[in-house]
């Protein structure tokens, strides 16, 4: 099969799905120049061109969509694609070529978020919401990261019989053809990490990191706290970020030097108030870390045994999960050994690819079905 697989957003993930279809299939893979910047390592760009075509595009800036579009068009045209596969995210983009594409090649596309985040997440979605809903009509099969996820889709007007769950396979902070080498964690470091917005619950992890900071130390270490990233939350609760435990890294952290500081924690720290699925537990499990997590949308799926859940703002329980971890050496034993499981089965990238594989036969098959009922349709793009 000839697959056309399309990320201007969402790189990392789509060229680790991507190299797993290309072990028995021919693959064309599409990335923005920007986003695959900073999320694929040089070297683990040359390991991909060895293994499929790549091309890429510029980033989806609101001028350029159109062109961004006709690019992809253009490229998929030319590679003579089978099934083509996109990543929603918030562009005009990918529905524009939808409509270039015209049915003529059967259409997946990967919801990563089936209702979008609180906060400002929503309003972006408000902006697209044309967009998401041109392309998720146009789709012949749509991929979601979770049952709950189905069902939320559905519940948006979206047929549920084109939607199937697929895990979100382990991300590796951009390496490919090499894992994360491991590193020996900082048995009392937890770590909070990536887009600091309302609905990742900081504000509940700092009044967790408060009981902490009340715990006996008589009774075992108290977790020291790294927080990584930017966002608007750092600086609407900034007089709770200087506790003596906290180490605040504020910005956009470079994947090496997330991969270290996500390698040597005890543990990755999800205390979310409302979530679809997660790239943070991807990581996490990539680096051999186990996650703390709360129980919203698909994450309870995600982290299986290899993590500990707690109830949506629950402080106490957050706090006595994080004491736990730091102070239990046979549970991070535990935890850690179920992550190296989930990473090589759930969450293996060649077991996703197959499974993404009979989507696509479903699309082609849709796809068919809907040409023997149509009118004869233009040319093809080129």
């Known amino acids: 099969m000839r697959i056309a697989l399309i990320a201007t957003h969402h790189a990392d993930y789509a060229a680790n799905l991507a190299a797993a279809l290309a072990e028995r299939h021919e693959v064309l893979l599409i990335l923005s120049r920007r986003n695959a910047g900073r999320q694929i390592r040089p070297e683990a760009m ?28 253009r490229h998929i045209a030319r590679f003579d694609a089978d099934v083509v596969h996109v990543q929603e995210h918030p562009t005009h983009a990918m529905a524009q070529l939808a409509t270039l594409l015209r049915g003529r090649v059967p259409l997946v596309t990967t919801v990563h978020d089936p209702l979008p985040h609180s906060g400002d997440d929503a309003r972006a979605a408000q902006v697209y919401a044309k967009s998401y809903a041109l392309l998720r009509a146009a789709s012949d099969r749509i991929l979601v990261h979770g049952d709950c996820l189905v069902r939320a889709l559905a519940g948006t007007g979206v047929a549920a019989d084109k939607v199937a769950a697929v895990p979100h396979g382990v991300l590796r902070f951009g390496r490919h053809g090499a894992g994360v080498p491991r590193a020996r964690p900082a048995p009392a470091r937890l770590i909070f990490f990536g887009r600091m917005e309302a609905y990742k619950g900081l504000e509940e992890l700092l009044a967790a990191n408060a009981l902490w900071l009340q715990a006996d130390p008589a009774a075992g270490p108290r977790p020291e706290l790294v927080i990584a990233g930017c966002g608007p939350e750092l600086s609407r609760l900034a007089p709770r970020l200087d506790a003596p435990n906290i180490t605040l890294l504020r910005g956009r952290i470079d994947q090496a030097e997330l991969e270290s500081l996500v390698a040597t924690s005890t543990a990755a720290v999800l205390p979310y108030r409302d979530a679809t699925q997660s790239g ?100 093809a793009f080129t």
């Open 46 to 73: 040359a390991w991909l061109k060895a293994r499929m075509e790549v091309r890429i595009v510029p980033h989806h800036l609101a001028p350029l969509q159109p062109l961004v579009a006709l690019l992809c068009a």
């Open 280 to 379: 943070v537990i991807a990581s996490s499990f990539g680096a051999g870390r186990p996650v703390i997590a709360t129980r919203v949308g698909a994450l309870p799926g995600a982290v299986g045994d290899a993590g500990l859940l707690v109830p949506q703002g629950d402080v106490a329980a957050l706090a006595q999960a994080g004491l736990a971890l730091v102070r239990d050496a046979g549970l991070r034993t535990r935890l850690e050994r179920a992550v190296e499981a989930r990473c090589a089965e759930a969450l293996c990238w060649q077991k996703i690819a197959g499974q993404t594989l009979e989507l696509y036969a479903e699309a082609r098959g849709a796809a068919a079905r809907a040409r023997r009922h149509s009118p004869a349709l233009a040319p």
